[in-house]
Nanobody
Framework: QVYLVESGGGLVQAGGSLRLSCAAS????????MAWYRQPPGKQRELVAG???????NYADVMKGRFTISRDSAKNTAYLQMDSLKPEDTAVYYC???????????????WGRGTQVTVSA
């Protein structure tokens, strides 16, 4: 089994910062692409940012310049630094990863349970 555990969420005032972490554990051979998604209240889940094993990143347009994704592959951990937070960033933030459990198996996609981020005006 593979587990993704998010941490670092909480309540912050507008203009503040938070740093989310996502740690992958369990039966892991290699963690490929890692990503962060979010689901605002009453809305669909949307991509925030992704990062490959080579460190290539992509961001949703509304997050560019405010959010930074990074990873520590040795720790199978991804991070999301969120700056200049706005009330509209309020959402449950989910970690997502493609994980190979062995050399010969294909990667499977996994989700964490999410961490709440609330930005007050």
């Amino acid at each position: 089994q593979v587990y993704l555990v998010e941490s670092g969420g909480g309540l912050v005032q507008a203009g503040g910062s938070l740093r989310l972490s996502c740690a992958a554990s369990g039966s892991i051979f290699r963690v490929n692409t890692m990503a962060w998604y979010r689901q605002p209240p009453g809305k669909q889940r949307e991509l925030v940012a992704g990062i490959t094993t080579d460190g290539n990143t992509n961001y949703a347009d509304v997050m560019k310049g405010r959010f930074t994704i990074s990873r520590d592959s040795a720790k199978n951990t991804a991070y999301l630094q969120m700056d200049s937070l706005k009330p509209e960033d309020t959402a449950v933030y989910y970690c997502n990863a493609d994980v190979k459990r062995s050399l010969v198996t294909s990667a499977s996609n996994y989700w964490g349970r999410g961490t709440q981020v609330t930005v007050s005006a």
